[in-house]
């Protein structure tokens, strides 16, 4: 976590939002930091010999190891989540000719988005807190054609024997208040390391092209700071209604595809 704190103190991050993320230190915190940042400032690294260069170096590699290794964790959490739909869309492909996902996608959550996170549940500033308490750190989204492909990949994919469903939260049969669709999953995926097998957790989020156009776009429009306090219940409104429209997008089209394929139409939601 000293790597978060760094971060800020050296603005890597928004400086607006840096600057809220430092609210949370006291001002003897504040006054400390500052101190060992100017230290650091002021140092010639030129001055100093060949061996206490790399002296510097296998410290800062001692203390950033931990740090690289847990990321590594999720980002080989993600390589085989990934996989496992992309075999799936393979199959899929040939079972049904045609293919049910358009677009797969994946992030690491950043620095200051898990800070903030572990500021807003008063978590403790460490790896082992981070891993037991966060759920959404690797994040894996399918986008898929149609609502029905949505909840076949999600069984086909929870079927599989190494996965183990830790949460889930159908948001397309229950939206949120904000009009917000997709079915998110909380799942162990194991991974196989040099000499053990490490179970790693991953949020996967299943939505359609139409929710994730309305999702992305929401996101960029309801977190926008040039928008007025006063215009934000207009928004939320707006949005609302756009979301409703999205809703109707996808169902109108799965009942032109089971038209099509001659199924029966789905019942309302």
Sequence with gaps: MKDFVRAIMNN?????????????????DKS??????????NFDFNDIS????????????????PAERFFANYRCAIMEVETKFKVLNEEFSLMYDGNPIETIKSRIKSNESILRKVIRRELPFDLDALEENLDDIAGVRVICSFVDDIYKLADCFLRQDDITLIKMKDYIKNPKPSGYRSLHLIVAVPIFLENEKK??????????????????LEHKLRYNKKIAPEMLDALSRELNECASES???DFRMQ????????KDLPKRA
């Design 32 to 41: 400390r930091i500052e101190k060992a940042i100017n230290k650091l400032s």
């Design 199 to 216: 179970l790693v957790k991953v949020e996967v989020q299943l939505r359609t092209i139409a929710m994730d156009f309305w999702a992305s």
């Design 255 to 262: 009942n032109v595809k089971n038209t099509f394929l001659g």
């Design 50 to 65: 060949i061996e206490a260069k790399e002296k510097i170096i296998e410290l800062l590699r001692e203390n950033t190891l």
């Design 12 to 28: 890597e991050f928004d400086t607006n939002e840096g600057n809220e993320l430092m609210d949370v230190f006291s001002k003897k």
């Design 247 to 249: 809703a109707e997008l």
